[in-house]
Protein backbone atom coordinates (compact mmCIF):
# COMPACT_ATOMS: atom_id res chain seq x y z
CA UNK A 1 0.00 0.00 0.00
CA UNK A 2 3.14 2.29 0.83
CA UNK A 3 4.89 1.77 -2.38
CA UNK A 4 1.51 2.66 -4.11
CA UNK A 5 0.94 5.58 -2.62
CA UNK A 6 4.56 6.36 -3.51
CA UNK A 7 3.90 5.50 -7.14
CA UNK A 8 1.01 8.38 -7.69
CA UNK A 9 3.22 10.74 -5.61
CA UNK A 10 5.92 10.16 -8.22
CA UNK A 11 3.49 10.32 -11.05
CA UNK A 12 2.01 13.11 -9.94
CA UNK A 13 5.03 15.52 -9.36
CA UNK A 14 5.92 14.19 -13.20
CA UNK A 15 2.47 15.24 -14.33
CA UNK A 16 2.93 18.05 -12.85
CA UNK A 17 6.42 19.36 -13.34
CA UNK A 18 5.51 18.56 -17.31
CA UNK A 19 2.53 20.91 -17.42
CA UNK A 20 4.83 24.16 -16.21
CA UNK A 21 7.60 23.33 -18.26
CA UNK A 22 4.67 22.92 -21.10
CA UNK A 23 2.98 26.26 -20.36
CA UNK A 24 6.82 27.90 -19.96
CA UNK A 25 6.57 27.07 -23.45
CA UNK A 26 3.60 28.67 -24.63
CA UNK A 27 2.51 30.73 -27.21
CA UNK A 28 4.81 34.17 -28.23
CA UNK A 29 2.48 36.94 -27.61
CA UNK A 30 2.06 38.79 -25.06
CA UNK A 31 4.97 38.06 -23.10
CA UNK A 32 5.19 40.15 -20.36
CA UNK A 33 9.74 40.58 -20.86
CA UNK A 34 11.53 39.75 -23.47
CA UNK A 35 15.63 40.41 -22.68
CA UNK A 36 16.79 39.96 -26.18
CA UNK A 37 13.88 40.55 -28.44
CA UNK A 38 15.80 40.53 -32.04
CA UNK A 39 16.54 36.77 -30.96
CA UNK A 40 12.96 36.23 -29.42
CA UNK A 41 11.50 37.65 -32.84
CA UNK A 42 13.84 36.39 -35.24
CA UNK A 43 13.51 38.68 -38.45
CA UNK A 44 15.02 38.06 -41.96
CA UNK A 45 16.31 41.37 -43.55
CA UNK A 46 16.27 42.19 -47.34
CA UNK A 47 19.43 44.18 -47.89
CA UNK A 48 17.10 46.13 -50.52
CA UNK A 49 13.92 46.93 -48.54
CA UNK A 50 12.75 49.13 -45.83
CA UNK A 51 13.38 47.84 -42.31
CA UNK A 52 9.95 46.72 -40.59
CA UNK A 53 10.99 46.17 -37.39
CA UNK A 54 8.91 43.32 -36.07
CA UNK A 55 9.50 44.36 -32.27
CA UNK A 56 9.49 48.23 -32.93
CA UNK A 57 6.37 48.18 -30.30
CA UNK A 58 8.86 47.44 -27.54
CA UNK A 59 11.28 50.31 -28.46
CA UNK A 60 13.57 48.36 -29.18
CA UNK A 61 14.66 49.22 -32.66
CA UNK A 62 17.78 48.61 -34.37
CA UNK A 63 19.92 52.07 -34.16
CA UNK A 64 21.50 51.63 -37.28
CA UNK A 65 18.84 50.79 -39.31
CA UNK A 66 16.70 54.40 -37.48
CA UNK A 67 19.99 56.19 -38.35
CA UNK A 68 20.07 55.22 -41.99
CA UNK A 69 15.73 55.71 -42.48
CA UNK A 70 15.13 52.19 -41.72
CA UNK A 71 17.19 50.60 -44.80
CA UNK A 72 19.04 47.51 -43.90
CA UNK A 73 21.98 48.00 -46.44
CA UNK A 74 24.66 49.45 -44.63
CA UNK A 75 28.40 49.60 -44.91
CA UNK A 76 30.63 47.16 -44.12
CA UNK A 77 31.76 47.37 -40.52
CA UNK A 78 35.13 49.05 -39.64
CA UNK A 79 37.55 46.14 -39.41
CA UNK A 80 35.76 43.87 -41.25
CA UNK A 81 36.47 42.86 -44.89
CA UNK A 82 34.37 44.69 -47.75
CA UNK A 83 34.85 43.18 -51.12
CA UNK A 84 35.73 46.08 -53.02
CA UNK A 85 35.58 49.27 -51.22
CA UNK A 86 38.39 50.73 -53.39
CA UNK A 87 36.54 50.24 -56.29
CA UNK A 88 39.70 49.48 -58.75
CA UNK A 89 39.21 45.31 -59.38
CA UNK A 90 36.88 43.58 -61.93
CA UNK A 91 36.23 39.68 -61.39
CA UNK A 92 35.67 39.25 -65.22
CA UNK A 93 39.53 39.91 -65.48
CA UNK A 94 40.41 37.47 -63.63
CA UNK A 95 42.92 34.96 -66.23
CA UNK A 96 40.56 31.93 -67.64
CA UNK A 97 43.72 30.05 -68.81
CA UNK A 98 47.58 29.98 -69.02
CA UNK A 99 47.33 31.97 -71.93
CA UNK A 100 45.56 34.76 -70.48
CA UNK A 101 47.51 34.37 -67.13
CA UNK A 102 50.69 34.88 -69.08
CA UNK A 103 49.38 37.95 -71.18
CA UNK A 104 47.92 39.96 -67.87
CA UNK A 105 51.40 39.01 -65.92
CA UNK A 106 53.49 40.71 -69.26
CA UNK A 107 50.74 43.46 -69.25
CA UNK A 108 50.55 44.11 -65.10
CA UNK A 109 54.88 45.02 -65.55
CA UNK A 110 54.14 47.87 -67.40
CA UNK A 111 52.05 49.48 -64.92
CA UNK A 112 54.14 51.35 -62.68
CA UNK A 113 51.69 53.63 -60.57
CA UNK A 114 48.70 51.99 -58.30
CA UNK A 115 45.15 53.14 -59.06
CA UNK A 116 44.30 54.29 -55.40
CA UNK A 117 44.44 58.33 -54.80
CA UNK A 118 47.67 59.45 -54.29
CA UNK A 119 46.66 61.96 -51.62
CA UNK A 120 46.58 58.70 -49.21
CA UNK A 121 49.64 57.47 -50.57
CA UNK A 122 51.08 58.03 -47.00
CA UNK A 123 48.29 55.86 -45.17
CA UNK A 124 47.96 53.37 -47.96
CA UNK A 125 52.14 52.66 -47.72
CA UNK A 126 51.15 52.51 -43.81
CA UNK A 127 48.57 50.22 -44.27
CA UNK A 128 50.41 48.24 -46.68
CA UNK A 129 53.27 47.76 -44.10
CA UNK A 130 51.60 46.12 -41.62
CA UNK A 131 49.51 43.55 -44.26
CA UNK A 132 52.89 42.50 -45.68
CA UNK A 133 54.08 42.13 -42.31
CA UNK A 134 50.97 40.07 -41.47
CA UNK A 135 50.53 38.33 -44.76
CA UNK A 136 53.69 38.02 -46.43
CA UNK A 137 56.41 38.40 -44.24
CA UNK A 138 56.45 34.58 -42.64
CA UNK A 139 58.04 33.64 -46.13
CA UNK A 140 59.15 37.10 -47.55
CA UNK A 141 60.83 37.73 -44.29
CA UNK A 142 60.52 41.49 -43.07
CA UNK A 143 63.06 42.46 -45.16
CA UNK A 144 61.59 41.47 -48.39
CA UNK A 145 65.24 38.88 -48.73
CA UNK A 146 62.68 35.74 -49.08
CA UNK A 147 64.05 34.59 -45.56
CA UNK A 148 61.19 34.57 -43.69
CA UNK A 149 60.53 32.06 -40.29
CA UNK A 150 59.21 29.34 -42.66
CA UNK A 151 61.93 29.26 -45.20
CA UNK A 152 64.48 29.50 -42.24
CA UNK A 153 62.14 26.42 -40.90
CA UNK A 154 63.13 24.57 -44.27
CA UNK A 155 59.53 23.90 -44.65
CA UNK A 156 60.05 25.62 -47.88
CA UNK A 157 61.91 27.53 -50.10
CA UNK A 158 62.88 29.32 -53.68
CA UNK A 159 61.22 32.33 -52.22
CA UNK A 160 63.00 34.91 -54.19
CA UNK A 161 64.56 38.53 -52.68
CA UNK A 162 62.96 41.37 -54.07
CA UNK A 163 66.16 43.16 -54.80
CA UNK A 164 66.80 41.03 -57.45
CA UNK A 165 63.54 40.26 -59.12
CA UNK A 166 62.67 42.76 -62.05
CA UNK A 167 58.81 44.24 -60.35
CA UNK A 168 56.71 46.51 -60.69
CA UNK A 169 53.90 47.73 -58.91
CA UNK A 170 51.05 46.09 -61.22
CA UNK A 171 53.19 42.54 -61.08
CA UNK A 172 53.49 42.34 -57.96
CA UNK A 173 49.67 43.21 -57.04
CA UNK A 174 48.73 40.47 -59.90
CA UNK A 175 50.74 37.70 -58.47
CA UNK A 176 48.90 38.60 -55.40
CA UNK A 177 45.89 38.22 -56.96
CA UNK A 178 46.80 35.29 -58.92
CA UNK A 179 49.19 33.40 -57.88
CA UNK A 180 52.61 32.69 -59.42
CA UNK A 181 54.66 29.27 -59.20
CA UNK A 182 54.33 27.22 -55.83
CA UNK A 183 53.04 31.33 -54.84
CA UNK A 184 49.23 30.88 -54.87
CA UNK A 185 46.57 33.50 -54.89
CA UNK A 186 45.88 36.16 -51.94
CA UNK A 187 42.83 37.49 -53.02
CA UNK A 188 40.77 35.57 -50.33
CA UNK A 189 43.44 37.03 -48.05
CA UNK A 190 43.12 40.64 -49.23
CA UNK A 191 40.68 42.50 -51.01
CA UNK A 192 41.82 44.72 -53.65
CA UNK A 193 42.40 48.04 -52.79
CA UNK A 194 44.57 46.41 -49.72
CA UNK A 195 46.27 44.23 -52.58
CA UNK A 196 47.43 47.80 -54.50
CA UNK A 197 48.91 48.87 -50.77
CA UNK A 198 51.10 45.75 -50.36
CA UNK A 199 52.28 46.22 -53.79
CA UNK A 200 53.09 49.76 -53.04
CA UNK A 201 54.62 48.95 -49.91
CA UNK A 202 57.01 46.06 -51.69
CA UNK A 203 58.15 48.77 -54.17
CA UNK A 204 58.55 51.54 -51.56
CA UNK A 205 60.66 49.45 -49.29
CA UNK A 206 62.09 46.85 -51.57
CA UNK A 207 62.67 48.44 -54.74
CA UNK A 208 64.18 51.95 -53.79
CA UNK A 209 60.96 53.65 -54.06
CA UNK A 210 60.04 52.55 -57.40
CA UNK A 211 56.36 52.66 -56.84
CA UNK A 212 56.05 56.74 -57.79
CA UNK A 213 53.55 58.59 -56.41
CA UNK A 214 50.57 58.16 -59.14
CA UNK A 215 50.54 62.20 -59.80
CA UNK A 216 54.33 61.96 -60.34
CA UNK A 217 54.38 58.82 -62.16
CA UNK A 218 51.15 59.99 -64.63
CA UNK A 219 53.72 62.95 -65.74
CA UNK A 220 56.68 60.44 -66.54
CA UNK A 221 54.23 58.28 -68.27
CA UNK A 222 52.81 60.65 -70.32
CA UNK A 223 56.18 60.23 -73.08
CA UNK A 224 55.59 56.76 -73.52
CA UNK A 225 52.06 57.40 -74.36
CA UNK A 226 53.11 59.90 -76.86
CA UNK A 227 55.88 57.21 -78.10
CA UNK A 228 53.87 54.31 -78.78
CA UNK A 229 51.42 56.65 -80.57
CA UNK A 230 53.70 57.27 -82.88
CA UNK A 231 54.93 54.38 -83.38
Known amino acids: MLKMKKNVLKITAVLGLTTVLLNSCGPKENTPLVYFPDMYFPVAYDPLMKAQDAYSDHENEIPAFVKNNGATGLSPVEGSVPQNKDGVFEESLLPKNVDEYN ?129
Open 103 to 231: AGYDASKKLTVSPLNPANAAKDLERGKVLFDHTCAACHGTGGDGQGPIVQSGAFSGVPNYADREITVGSVHYVLTNGRNAMGSYAGQLNAGDRWRVAMYVMSAFKKGAAAPAAAATTEAKPETTTETKK
